[in-house]
DNA sequence: TCAAAAGTGTTCTATCTACACCCATGA
DNA sequence: TCATGGGTGTAGATAGAACACTTTTGA
């Protein structure tokens, strides 16, 4: 799909609203950074074009309003399901809040984002307008959503170094290698299957399974198939310095 | 000042609102953990005692409304001047925000959480319905605050590990014991001052002043002055596992 | 000259990286 | 039997904890 400019606003902003009562009146968005990292090497977010005003035919990340009966978290477990067809997510935490009045040109909107992790073997249709963008080549993304994306990047990349997160990324059963690639898909650099390894089989997050992978179409050694030891999050390691 | 059982509710939950036009309403409000951790290793968090329902009388968190026009930070800003004198802070950050429909009993109020730091050396007159209550010795609180305070110590245990943020707990110039004594307070166990030295000082977090301090009266070395490189947040040591 | 407090030097250990080497499979 | 990919063993580097020892002050 091409990138097209935004046109120029139709609407003036609405500015500040109040009811009667003297009650201010805020319209709370969640924001889902929905993420998927492949053993291909690509990280990749879930995104959807808009087609309307403001930043019309820009990126935007999936999102929708909070009803006054529900919590943010069902909010974007509902609009995920409505908008982008996805009905399962492996992990999902808060990011942030964002509440400057200036973020929306048009409304008055306050936006808490959140970080949304599926298997990297998760398929599923997706409706014409919602598309899978690579982290690292992202265009302009209408409103904040560009920096919301980083905060989630940069997010998980710590989170895979202190707990055992990557339970989200992977299926059930997984090979070292692919582990290893998808690591480096988040991370930016290389990460050793080897002593990827020892790390998470030190700090038991490693659950061997005995299965073996069948080896390439060009032979090579067949992989042994692991498994995460616990599929809810927890802190594996906890931070070097300043310890008992 | 004595801890009360709230009484029983004397108004009925209000429940979901929506205006005319069948936009939700929603409180939104800044809810502040004021820390102060002291050389004497005592770690303090600044309350309010309420005077209504629900939780009358109980313990409960600065906090208040944000309004139209304004972000979430200058809420609370705001609120703090207002309510506890507070004018100066070293440091703030989102910790996250809370929107169980079931958090407040009485009205559907959002709340966003921020940790603020103080240095231990900063006083001021508090009005007489706020106190510092120590923080591993905390009452029952008001509403999900307990929680609240809970999740900044813990983010704040995190940060002093592989962050500059002890900045924000100093006055500009100090000793090393003071600092180690704080830092303890936080953590809930000892630091050795000799090793936070050196773990400071080879990551460039520490400028020597060349003063000295005025020994105690009963002798001792007078102690070196020492004061942070940089007195805004930065990452001083990046996680362990998975470097490049 | 002694007690108190601060600072330095040194050793020990845990943990991660790098890299050489061995293993299992298909062509 | 060789290329390919996977796994193991081991040495080196780094950082932090522990602790003995030295320095500087007041009484």
Redesign the pocket.
Known sequence: MSQIQASEHVHAPSGPVRDEAGVAKYRHEAIAVVLQSCPTGECRVLCVQRTREPFVDKWSLPSGAMEVDESLEDAITRHLAAKVNLTSMSYAEQLGTRSDPARDPFDRTIATAYLVLIPWDQEWDLPVDASWLLVDELPPMAFDHQEIVELAVARLQAKLSYTNIGFALTPEEF???DLAQSYAAIMGHEV????L???LA?RGQLKATGK?AA??????????LFSFAQRSLEIT?QF?????
């Not at 050793?192 to 002593?195: G, R």
């Not at 070097?240 to 008992?244: E, G, I």
């Open positions: 090979r070292m290698s050793s299957a080897t002593n390894q020892r790390i030190r073996k080896p390439g179409a060009e032979g090579g050694r067949p992989a042994k390691d070097a310095t300043l310890r008992p």
